[in-house]
Structures are given as structure tokens and as C-alpha cells.
T-cell receptor, first 114, second 113 residues
């Protein structure tokens, strides 16, 4: 597509429920990244996928968080047994190879755990 | 570990002023540096990208410079307008291609009409 698409744009869930957030990157972009932005905080790296390589999961805050990328395109970030501290905006970005190419971000999913 | 610092954290200026936002990073082995804008409740919009071999990039009223050896970048905004009010984020990419961007916490800019 023309840009990075994320869905849903807003999600309110009850504490303890599981949620899935979706990211559809720009067609042809080999790399996909997930970041989290909590209120008043900077962007926190969560996970990234590069082609068919094993994902870099070094930023995932706990084993309740997982992500997958099917067919090298769409990615789903799953949060199990959500907690109130998971409330944040979850941002997805994609990029391609080359020093002149930067990240393109989606509009994010605002997750509220009540 | 790469750390990115942005100063000031917040800035308020009258319309028409020229202003400079500062970004510093601890590891000079970067691949590129990117400046973003974020409006409240929105995602990030890329403004300028500077490759590690470049010194500056310009787009309209925006000019970004890079001094890799000293670990610094500046974003210069000329003739500021109320529509420039947003949070500006600086991010660097490590010198190995597709690695995660490391972000500063941003500078929140308010341009007063």
C-alpha cells in the first residue's frame, strides 16, 4: 500500500484479556518494527523483523508480548493477559535497504487497559 | 549502548522566529539520522534524513545538520509558524543497516501567533 496501515486505531480492553494489534507495511519493505510510546515517554523499541531472518525480540518487556510476521508482510503484535501498564500507543514502522531510506510509521494503535 | 538526548525538552516561541532544536548521541558509528514530527495523538511524520556521510539536508524552511564526530545534530526551523507546533523527535540508526532506530525523548515546540 501507499503507507503503513495499523488497526485498530483505538482499543479498550479489560485487564487480563488478550489483544492483537495489526500492522500492514509498505509493499516491498523488508524490515518491520514495533515501538511503544507511553504517556509522556519516548519511543521504546519492542521487536523488529528483517526478511526471513529470526526477529530481534530484545525489546519485548515480558513474555506476555509476542509478534509474528506472516509471508514477510503483515505483522501482528499480541499482548496476553493485559495489564494497566500496557496502556500506550503502539507504533509500527517499515523500511527498506539503503542508507538513504528511513522509516515510515503508521498512525499507531492507542491501547487502553481498564 | 546508543543514547540520544534532545534539548530543550520544550520550547515556546513567537511566530516568525527562527529556532534551533538540538540532538546529541553517544555513539558516533551511525548509519543515518532521521528527524520526525509528531502531532498530538498522531503517528510520526519523517521530516529529514541525513546519511552518515552527509553534513546537512534541507526541505523548505527546515534544515538539519549532522556532525558525526561530535555526536550532534541540529534542526533549524526558519520563520516559524503556529502550524509548526508539534513534538520533534531525533533518531539514529546504528552503523549496520536494518537495525532499530534509537529515539530521543523529543522537543515539544509551541509557536505562538
Amino acid at each position: 500500500g501507499a503507507g503503513v496501515s495499523q488497526s485498530p486505531s483505538n482499543k479498550v480492553t479489560e485487564k487480563g484479556k488478550d489483544v492483537e494489534l495489526r500492522c500492514d507495511p509498505i509493499s516491498g519493505h523488508t524490515a518491520l518494527y514495533w515501538y511503544r510510546q507511553s504517556l509522556g515517554q519516548g519511543l521504546e523499541f519492542l521487536i523488529y523483523f528483517q526478511g526471513n531472518s529470526a526477529p530481534d525480540k530484545s525489546g519485548l518487556p515480558s513474555d506476555r508480548f509476542s509478534a509474528e510476521r506472516t509471508g514477510g508482510s503483515v505483522s501482528t503484535l499480541t499482548i496476553q493477559r493485559t495489564q494497566q501498564e500496557d496502556s500506550a500507543v503502539y507504533l509500527c514502522a517499515s523500511s527498506t535497504w539503503g542508507q538513504s531510506y528511513g522509516y515510515t510509521f503508521g498512525s499507531g494503535t492507542r491501547l487502553t487497559v481498564v | 549502548k546508543q543514547e540520544v538526548t534532545q534539548i530543550p525538552a520544550a520550547l515556546s516561541v513567537p511566530e516568525g522566529e527562527n529556532l534551533v532544536l538540538n540532538c546529541s548521541f553517544t555513539d558516533s558509528a551511525i548509519y543515518n539520522l532521521q528527524w520526525f514530527r509528531q502531532d498530538p495523538g498522531k503517528g510520526l511524520t519523517s521530516l529529514l534524513l541525513i546519511q552518515s556521510s552527509q553534513r546537512e539536508q534541507t526541505s523548505g524552511r527546515l534544515n538539519a545538520s549532522l556532525d558525526k564526530s561530535s555526536g550532534r545534530s541540529t534542526l533549524y526551523i526558519a520563520a516559524s509558524q503556529p502550524g509548526d507546533s508539534a513534538t520533534y523527535l531525533c533518531a539514529v540508526r546504528r552503523n549496520s543497516g536494518n537495525t532499530p532506530l534509537v529515539f530521543g525523548k523529543g522537543t515539544r515546540l509551541s509557536v505562538i501567533a
